[in-house]
């Protein structure tokens, strides 16, 4: 298992490389540009500046996420083509910096979603993203979009980048018509024409999953269960057309078992990198962010931890995903310093517990 990071930038994040490098066990970052907008081509020189920053620092930078797919590809307009062959100019600029790995989703509109980014923890006062599908339901799509980035921090977050949410509404009405066996249909057309420029260059496409594991606003979502990921990894039948397997994501739904969901793709030599985080249901369609740790939460870290241990390559990447606010650091939503490094230590303690058991079961 390689832990990583997601960092932002020098310009854009709270925590420096020097923090990222001084968490034991770190080998690098899932890196990200996140001043770019969709369907731009993120030019040599941007990635080599950044990959060269992150190398200074002793860092990896082999896994890059959020290289958003444009609305257009998604609704299967026109105007796709270009958007694609942009999108096949950043994967090769990506490999030939060292990129092994891009994390993207193909999610109609949004990205994840939350009703509230800093809903505070009785227990401790840490506070962590909170979700009520009860309180989304008096919201229209805008008023959550603003009130998203009003409670920001004054960060950008990654899949709300503003001028992709701009024509939110035009967007949204487009969609109307669209239905998931349309979207998936569309989602081919864009497999079928990078997967083979990722098998050329030796990068991996990782899907993430919908955020929560369940369709909003009446959106055509398709990637939120196993069913659905059977589906996409037929779409294109190589191992370049991989996952990223968060288990917060689709742990928010607790019907998705993620142990066997891991052990499924991890089988299949399917999963090309993990968010590994953990999640409380609150009630039907409500749930916070947790610690990382099994009995802080609803999901059990251990038998993640095994399942990737028995099913994925050794050198897997994964990160700790979205922490709480803790010991009163302000920072973008979900992406302090403090509760992620907690987390981090955390995961790669399991990963020695079943790494030392296992040997000991070998010997014996
Ligand atoms: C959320 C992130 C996602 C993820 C994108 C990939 O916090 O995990 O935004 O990076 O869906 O495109």
């Given at each position: 298992m390689k832990m990583t990071f997601r960092w932002y930038g020098s310009d854009s994040d709270s925590i420096t490389l020097k923090q990222i490098k001084q968490i034991p066990g770190m080998s690098g970052l899932m890196g990200v540009l996140d001043y770019k907008a969709a369907g731009e081509v993120w030019t040599k020189e941007e990635i080599r500046e950044y990959v060269d920053e992150v190398h200074a620092a002793g860092?990896?930078?082999?896994v890059i996420e959020s290289v958003n797919v444009h609305e257009d590809i998604k609704m299967g307009l026109p105007t796709r083509d270009e958007y694609i062959a942009n999108y096949i100019t950043t994967i090769r600029n990506l490999a030939e910096y060292g990129i092994k790995v891009i994390v993207y989703n193909f999610m109609p509109v949004l990205d994840w979603l939350r009703t509230d980014l800093a809903r505070v923890i009785?227990?401790?006062g840490s506070n962590s993203l909170y979700f009520d599908e009860r309180e989304l339901g008096s919201m229209t799509p805008l008023e959550i979009v603003r009130k998203t980035a009003e409670d920001s921090n004054g960060f950008t977050l990654p899949g709300w980048e503003p001028e992709r949410l701009a024509e939110l509404e035009k967007t949204l009405k487009q969609y109307e018509s669209i239905t998931p066996d349309m979207f998936r249909a569309n989602y081919k057309y864009f497999l079928d024409a990078v997967i083979p420029v990722c098998e050329e260059v030796g990068i991996r496409m990782a899907v993430h999953p919908d955020d929560p594991a369940w369709p909003i606003f009446g959106l055509p979502r398709i990637s939120h269960s196993q069913e659905d990921f059977d589906k996409i990894v037929a779409l294109h039948d190589s191992p370049?057309?991989?996952?990223?397997?968060?288990t917060g994501s689709l742990g928010s739904n607790p019907d998705n078992d993620i142990p066997a969901i891991i052990r499924h793709f991890g089988e299949m030599d399917r999963i090309a990198c993990l968010h590994i985080r953990n999640v409380k249901y609150l009630g039907y369609r409500r749930f916070r962010e947790a610690a990382h740790l099994s009995s802080t939460g609803d999901l059990d870290m251990f038998e993640i931890v095994k399942a990737v241990y028995d099913t994925c390559p050794r050198d897997v990447y994964v990160r700790p995903d979205h922490g709480r606010m803790i010991w009163d650091e302000v920072g973008r939503p979900g992406y302090g310093l403090y509760d992620r490094a907690l987390g981090a230590a955390y995961l790669n303690g399991l990963w020695e517990a079943v790494d030392k058991c296992a040997a000991t079961a070998r010997r014996s």
């Open positions: 860092l990896e930078c082999e009785e227990e401790d370049a057309n991989a996952l990223c397997l968060c």
